[in-house]
């Protein structure tokens, strides 16, 4: 199994037999095999410095019911809230203050944000921090709102695939939902020139190793400046409930793969990872993950922003949190840049 991993070392990219196959012989020590090549990548491209973004759950109102989510459109028990445009600015303010040189505006897919609203934020953003870069994560918008989105000052784009095999696609989503507007809207994204993060969870319901390679062939064929994986975690009012999540072992694998996939991806260690390992975070980092985000979210709305049970961090302070992962980095050698933190291709 080594061979299979120093040949994704070397040529970043396995047949989907191989990477099946060494998805399926995973052991401890084949893991920190993998985990070491991978660090040993990520140290060359971003030596070991790890990057922050503050991220601002600006609204939890969403159109969607994607069956996983505890935000989905049919929680009725979801308190749902809106930051207000100077509120977003306050959260930059602090954010600023504390180093963090990109924000990340995350948020369901909620229609009061039209794109003139949006673009307003964006300037108002860009206006007041010219040095720092945007974040967009709220789900598929048309190309005309990704366009005005991108003139307007954002710089970046996450849009999750969560699953390249249609059939399980369908699984996790509604029939309104299609895995093919879902790529579409990457490949746009792309297209237009913004830095986009795809990415899925890991066990989520369904998922099987062939799912999985469909994940890994989508992921080398965007080749996306991010990816974000995650542990997939059940939340109480969703339909998944009584599912099992994804397991840290897994997710760390698998991170450790697409940093040999993509030797200069920005790949963030989640909070999903944080929430189910004490030091999950650290963990993640320490099979190649680059970037952490920390919340910058006002204190009176974090735990309206619950998209699985048991979310760290809910309770605490940006500043907190900030200082709170300063120390976690260092404990274990890496240091926080403040920085924008760009995609290697970029600086
Ligand atoms: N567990 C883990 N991750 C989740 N997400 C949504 N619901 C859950 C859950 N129950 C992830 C999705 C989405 C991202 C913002 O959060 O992958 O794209
Ligand atoms: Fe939020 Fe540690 S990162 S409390």
Redesign the pocket.
């Known amino acids: 199994m080594k061979e299979l991993i120093d040949r994704l070392y070397q040529t970043h990219s396995l047949s989907p037999e191989e990477y099946k196959v060494l998805l399926e012989n995973r052991t401890t020590e084949l893991a920190e095999y993998l985990f070491e090549k991978a660090r040993e990548v990520r140290i060359k491209n971003y030596d070991h410095d790890v990057y922050i973004r503050g991220l601002i759950e600006f609204t939890n109102y969403c159109k969607n019911d ?1 069956y ?3 935000i989905r459109k049919s929680n009725k028990k979801a308190e749902r809230y809106r930051l207000t445009e100077d509120e977003i600015l306050s959260c930059c303010e602090a954010g600023y203050e504390l180093g963090f040189r990109t924000f990340v505006l ?1 948020g369901g897919e909620d229609p009061y944000y039209t794109d003139e609203r949006m673009v307003k934020i964006l300037l108002r953003m860009k206006a007041s921090y010219p040095d720092c870069a945007i974040t967009l ?1 709220m789900g598929e918008r048309s190309h005309e709102s990704y366009q005005a989105m991108f003139e307007a000052g954002a710089d970046r784009y996450l849009l ?1 695939h ?1 699953t390249a095999n249609e059939e399980h696609y369908s699984k996790l989503h509604p029939e309104n939902m299609r895995l093919s507007n879902r790529k579409a809207c990457l490949f746009d994204l792309k297209n237009i020139g913004y830095q986009v993060g795809c ?3 890991v066990g989520s319901p369904g998922q099987t190793v062939d799912t999985i390679v469909e994940d890994l062939l989508f992921i080398k064929e965007l080749a996306p400046h991010m990816v ?1 994986i ?6 109480h009012d ?1 339909p ?1 409930r009584d599912c099992t999540g994804g397991t840290l072992e897994l997710t760390l694998f698998l991170l450790g793969m697409v940093r040999l996939m993509i030797p200069d991806v920005l790949l963030p260690a989640t909070t ?1 990872l944080g929430t189910i390992d004490p030091t999950g975070r650290e963990k993640g980092i320490k099979a190649g993950c680059n970037v952490v985000m920390p919340n910058l979210s006002p204190t009176d709305v974090r735990s309206k922003y619950m ?2 049970d048991n979310k760290i961090c809910t309770g605490d302070e940006a500043a907190e949190c900030r200082f709170c992962m300063q120390r976690r980095m260092e404990s274990i050698g890496y240091e926080i840049a403040v920085s924008r933190g760009d995609h290697l291709s970029m600086q």
């Open positions: 994607c996983y989510c505890g995350q994560s999750r969560e990415g899925f969870m974000g995650g542990p997939f975690i059940p939340h969703t998944f999903a998209l699985y």
